[in-house]
């Protein structure tokens, strides 16, 4: 992994509590010492959460386009992200994966894809199901809450920022939730809004893949 020869304060502050393991996840510590230690070793193994595309040896090379659901699919709308690449999956020429934000396995799932585009249910206070796009070419708005996992959405964006890690072009899908529960499915606002957003998705990619939006 590549690393900056100047920080400013607050990527040096986010820099060091990335290496000293102090961001919360949901993975347990072998498993996520082994995503932290192919990081910084510039390893790009498939983390066991990319789908059965990344088989294929032009896709695993990591040119083509790539979404990246995130979350936690049994916290009620926080499992939007698990259910876009559910829906995706089978989408010629697009590789999907799903993961929980940590920086180091998403810096490693996106490699040399280009463009990148991630999926997470947004808090901002608007009405459940309001669509959101952001370009993570600019930092990414703090006031919003990323998910309700580990460390931030925007947090992990701007540390990879500062590691130089950022794909050319990386987007964020969001929608509101109404519902963060343990053991809840996804809300009646997040599944008659999952269309709109299935193909705010696609519309990234020139014209839309074959997803199964009927799905929803």
């Given at each position: 992994m590549r690393?900056?020869?100047?920080?400013n304060q607050?990527?040096?502050e986010l820099l060091d509590a990335f290496?000293?393991?102090?961001?919360?996840?949901?993975?347990?510590?072998?498993?996520?010492?082994?995503?932290?230690?192919?990081?910084?070793?510039?390893?790009?193994?498939t983390p066991e959460q990319t789908q059965e595309a990344l088989a294929d040896d032009g896709r695993s090379a990591g040119k083509g386009p790539l979404v990246?659901?995130?979350?936690?699919?049994?916290?009620?709308?926080?499992?939007v992200g698990h259910a876009v690449v559910e829906a995706l999956q089978g989408t010629s020429g697009l590789t999907t994966a799903t993961c929980s934000g940590e920086p180091a396995e998403l810096m490693d799932l996106w490699q040399g894809h280009d463009?990148?585009?991630l999926v997470d249910a947004i808090v901002t206070g608007a009405a459940p199901g309001t669509l959101h796009r952001l370009d993570a070419r600019e930092p990414l708005p703090r006031g919003a809450r990323y998910s309700s996992h580990g460390i931030g959405l925007a947090e992990a964006v701007e540390l990879a920022r500062s590691l130089g890690e950022l794909p050319e072009t990386l987007i964020v899908h969001g929608i509101e939730p109404a519902c963060l529960e343990d053991g809840a499915?996804?809300?009646?606002?997040?599944?008659?809004?999952?269309?709109?957003?299935?193909?705010?998705?696609?519309?990234?990619?020139?014209?839309?893949p074959n997803a199964n939006h009927s799905d929803f």
């Open positions: 690393k900056p020869t100047k920080l607050e990527e040096q290496e000293a393991g102090e961001f919360e996840s949901d993975k347990d510590n072998e498993r996520r010492a082994s995503i932290v230690e192919a990081a910084e070793n510039g390893s790009r193994k990246i659901g995130i979350g936690n699919p049994w916290r009620g709308d926080d499992g463009p990148v585009i499915d996804l809300s009646t606002a997040i599944a008659e809004n999952m269309p709109r957003l299935l193909h705010g998705i696609c519309d990234e990619f020139g014209p839309s």
